[in-house]
Structure formats: structure tokens, C-alpha cells
């Protein structure tokens, strides 16, 4: 089993930045992919970034170039750092992590006001 916790969202006004974290906890050897989801209101959830066991990144078109996923494998965590925020990008941002299973954590908000 993997334990996923997000932290660092909150309020933040537009062409502003944020980032948000993951750390897993856990069967986390196992683990090949971690990255994020967001989901706004009202809207299906949306892939936003990925990364691989082997650092490399994927990111969603819409976040391309102003978001940036890392990773800190001594604390078992990933980052999202997001810059130039809009008011699109308002939503609750998930972690998730894939070991053969998908784990999710509990989402943290993020609101960027106009």
C-alpha cells in the first residue's frame, strides 16, 4: 500500500506561483510513475503532469511551460511547481503514484484569483 499526502495549496492571485508537494509513504520501492491530476468545479478530472523512475517529465498542454514537476527521492516526494497562475488553473490537485496499482491522495486546493 502507498500513502500519498499533498500540501501547499492555498490563494493566490493570477501570474502569481505556487507549489504544491507529495510525499509517499509506504510500498514506495515499487514505485515507477508519480505525478499530478487536477479537478476544477464541475469539470472531469484532467492529467496535468508525470514523472518516470528515470526523471523524465510529461506535461499536459495546458500547463506546458509555466508548470514543472520534480522529484526529491531522498524524501520521497514530488513537487509541482506552477508559475504564471490563472484562473483556470483553479482546482483541487491530486497526487498520484503507480507501482502496478494507482494510489491517489487526498487533493489539495489551489485558487487563483483575477
Known amino acids: 500500500q502507498v500513502q500519498l499526502v499533498e500540501s501547499g495549496g492555498g490563494l493566490v492571485q493570477a501570474v502569481g506561483s505556487l507549489t504544491v508537494s507529495c510525499v509517499a509513504s509506504g510500498s514506495i520501492f515499487a514505485i515507477n510513475v508519480m505525478g499530478w491530476y487536477r479537478q476544477a468545479p464541475g469539470k472531469q478530472r484532467e492529467w496535468v503532469a508525470t514523472i518516470r523512475s528515470g526523471s523524465s517529465t510529461t506535461y499536459a498542454d495546458s500547463v506546458r511551460g509555466r508548470f514543472t514537476i520534480s522529484r526529491d527521492n531522498a524524501k520521497n516526494t514530488v513537487y509541482l511547481r506552477m508559475n504564471s497562475l490563472n484562473t483556470e488553473d483553479t482546482a483541487v490537485y491530486y497526487c498520484?503514484?503507480?507501482?502496478?496499482?494507482?494510489?491517489w491522495g487526498q487533493g489539495t486546493q489551489v485558487t487563483v484569483s483575477s
Open positions: 498520484y503514484a503507480d507501482n502496478g496499482y494507482s494510489h
